[in-house]
């Protein structure tokens, strides 16, 4: 069974103060690691899709890295609208089943 | 602008009761997934609906649950006789435009059964 398991639960930042969020992950045959936020009340915004060890994507102030057992999301200089809970998910096989973790919440303060 | 539309935003039911959730696509899609997620907890597979039918689906999506495309564009879940349980924000999703494994999630429905 795919294990997801993202760290950690919750994150408080200051506006400005940059870190990173990590999502551990046990798959056989990894078809790909994906990024999502998720405002309250609302659905999963896609952000990035990582396929390979040593794979990056950047967008805005957010970084995702990927090796062979986990994945950061750095927020770099983050602002309050950064606040959101970020969730990860892995792929395996050729479908689009997706198999989530519990997320991580992160919260800005101006 | 959503990926998919979902409908009602909110419901609420009584234990016991069918409800019937929509899911619109923006553009023509063979595959349609559907998620839910309990408050707190991880957003969870369902079923995978692929050219009018069942693809795959996990132990949560017993026979109380059904979903159909009953008029060739919206895509319904059917909950039966609904449980307190089932309470939790229901997501419709398809695939990205490139094929590339990333889903689409629409922005939900929230099921209250009392």
């Known amino acids: 069974e795919d294990q997801v398991t993202q760290s950690p639960e919750a994150l408080r930042l200051q506006e400005g103060e940059s870190s990173s969020l990590n999502c551990s992950y046990t798959?056989?045959?990894?078809?790909?690691l994906f990024w999502y936020r998720q405002d309250p009340g609302k659905g999963p915004e896609f952000l990035f899709t990582?396929?390979?060890a040593g794979e990056e994507k950047e967008k805005e102030r957010l970084k995702a890295t990927l090796t062979k057992k986990e994945s950061f999301l750095h927020i770099t200089a983050p602002k309050p609208e950064d606040s959101a809970t970020y969730l990860c998910?892995?792929?395996?096989?050729?479908?689009?089943?997706?198999?989530f973790g519990a997320g991580t919440t992160v919260t800005v303060r101006a | 602008e959503p990926e998919v539309t979902q409908t009602p935003s909110h419901q609420v039911t009584q234990m016991g009761q069918e409800v019937i959730l929509r899911c619109v696509p923006i553009?023509?899609?063979?595959?349609f997934y559907w998620y839910r997620q309990i408050l707190g907890q991880k957003v969870e597979f369902l079923v995978s609906?692929?050219?009018?039918?069942?693809?795959?689906k996990s132990e949560i999506f017993d026979d109380q649950f059904s979903v159909e495309r009953p008029d060739g564009s919206n895509f319904t879940l059917k909950i039966r006789s609904t449980k307190l349980e089932d309470s939790a924000m229901y997501f419709c999703?398809?695939?990205?435009?490139?094929?590339?494994?990333?889903?689409?999630f629409g922005e939900g429905s929230r099921l209250t059964v009392l």
């Open positions: 609906f692929y050219n009018n039918e069942i693809s795959e």
């Open positions: 798959v056989s045959g990894l078809r790909g």
């Open positions: 999703a398809r695939p990205g435009p490139t094929n590339t494994g990333e889903l689409f």
């Open positions: 998910a892995v792929r395996r096989g050729d479908d689009y089943k997706l198999s």
């Open positions: 553009s023509n899609h063979l595959y």
């Open positions: 990582l396929y390979s």
